[in-house]
């Protein structure tokens, strides 16, 4: 069965450090990856995905996500956080072949960058 | 949240009451899902339909209902049978590239049952 874990429930970052946000997944078959943002009572936007190629992969806002197969990982990162950052961070997964087209979500971690 | 309307925003209701949350698309997704979300829960699947005139149910369907008679609608109604309604209901809608689906989010509806 698919799953997927973020181990925070909350990260704090200043402002102008990196940040990241953890991610891990359990598939059988590769994994298809994503990542995104909520802001507060709104729906959640896309920011990025990994498919396949590259092991970095870049996406909106300055964010950047490295996929690491050996530790099933996903880690959502960012060079220099802003305060506009703050908000709720999910990882999602699905693997191809399956049956229908369901997408894991994780919990979501709480991202607070503090001026 | 463009292409995907949710209506209403907010919304309020007596126990005991049926109430009908509305999701529209005109992105000519085929998929489109119900989630729910709680605070420190993540998104739980309530429903998903792949198709028009068919839909499956996902991980906490019961207390829920939906139809699929449009491609571009797919409303949820929140039965009296739901025990904890009050909560964030997602409306999301995908389509398949190359092997995989993404799914688009609409804004969300805030249901409170008093």
């Known amino acids: 069965a698919q799953s997927v874990a973020q181990p925070e429930d909350q990260v704090n970052v200043a402002e102008g450090n990196p940040l990241t946000v953890k991610c891990t997944y359990s598939?059988?078959?590769?994994?298809?990856l994503f990542w995104y943002v909520q802001y507060p009572n709104r729906g959640l936007q896309f920011l990025l995905k990994?498919?396949?190629?590259?092991?970095l992969v870049k996406g909106s806002y300055g964010f950047e996500a490295e996929f690491n197969k050996s530790q099933t990982s996903f880690h959502l990162k960012k060079p220099s956080a802003l305060v506009s950052d703050s908000a709720l961070y999910f990882c999602a997964v699905s693997s191809p072949g399956g049956r229908d087209d369901k997408i894991i979500f994780g919990k979501g971690t709480r991202l607070h960058i503090l001026p | 949240d463009g292409g995907i309307t949710q209506s209403p925003k907010y919304l309020f209701r007596k126990e005991g009451q049926n109430v009908t949350l509305s999701c529209e698309q005109n992105?000519?997704?085929?998929?489109m899902y119900w989630y729910r979300q709680d605070p420190g829960q993540g998104l739980r699947l309530i429903y998903y339909s792949q198709i028009v005139n068919d839909f499956q149910k996902g991980d906490i369907a019961e207390g829920y209902s939906v139809s699929r008679e449009k491609k571009e609608s797919f409303p949820l109604t929140v039965t009296s049978a739901q025990k904890n309604p009050t909560a964030f209901y997602l409306c999301a809608s995908s389509i398949r590239r190359d092997g995989y689906y993404e799914q688009y989010f609409g804004p969300g509806t805030r249901l409170t049952v008093t």
């Open positions: 992105l000519n997704h085929d998929a």
């Open positions: 598939v059988s078959g590769n994994p298809y």
């Open positions: 990994y498919i396949t190629g590259d092991n």
